[in-house]
């Protein structure tokens, strides 16, 4: 697969992408041409997508997303291995947790904002002290539809993905003009992730969705893809809402 495309000489380092959303962008980067870096937490599935993506084109580095040692190590094995760190995508993220928040353990909302948030902040701070201060480069986090607008029962998820929205516009800030930052705020994508919103009645799941499917991981892969290359160079802070016309629904009462 990677053979038949022309190499950009760009490296993209893709949390949580041993498989949905994270490999979907890594997919769509490496067919582009791009070289990338993709982390996880389960060794065997990063191993098993590092063969898929191609080991010319890719390598794993095994750990969890809010574990400051790994992000570390994350970011010097790609400066190791390929000596630049061009784009950052934050997708790795976590939702331990379905019920309201007035009855939320205060430990579980902790440890999403670390995985979801903190996390995001992390990899961004050493990419750019690594790469992206002096040569640029964008960074993409992967938000949500439910950072947008509340979702029933993913309270703190929500919650979190809220703050990834913000933390996009004040890194956009900060960074520029050097490194552009965006977002991508998802519907229901079909990943082992949100399974539990979809299994046995995705076609009940994907009725309000004007265009009349829920997402794949080739979706966001796109959009990624878009966001990281050149015909987006004129854009930075901004959210862009992938939910198959979903909010078009908005305020449409009987």
Known sequence: MTAE???????????????????????ALVARGDRVVITGRNEEALREAVERLGADRAIGVPGKAHDEAH????????????????????????????????????????KVFETN????????????????????????????????????FIGAYGVSKAAM???????????????????????VVKTRFAQALYENREAEAAAPYPLGRLGVPEDIG????????????WLTGQT???????????GVGA
């Open 165 to 187: 929205i913000n933390l996009t516009a004040q890194l956009a800030h900060e960074f520029a003009p050097r490194v552009r930052v965006n977002a991508i705020a998802p519907a």
């Open 117 to 152: 948030v903190v996390s995001a902040l992390g990899f961004a701070q050493r990419t750019w002290a690594a790469w992206q201060k002096e040569n640029g480069g964008t960074i993409v986090n992967i938000a949500s539809i439910a950072g947008i607008a509340p979702s029933p």
């Open 71 to 110: 992000q570390a190590h994350a970011v010097k094995r790609a400066m190791e291995a390929f000596g630049r760190v061009d784009h950052l995508v934050n997708n790795a993220g976590t939702n331990p947790v379905f019920g309201p928040l007035a009855e939320l353990d205060l430990a579980v909302a902790r």
């Open 222 to 233: 796109g959009a990624a893809a878009f966001l990281t290359s050149d015909a987006a160079a």
């Open 240 to 250: 862009l809402v992938l939910d198959g016309g979903l909010f078009l629904n908005a």
């Open 5 to 27: 495309h022309e190499d950009t000489g760009e490296v993209a380092l893709i949390t949580g992408a041993s498989r949905g959303i994270g490999y979907g962008i890594a997919e």
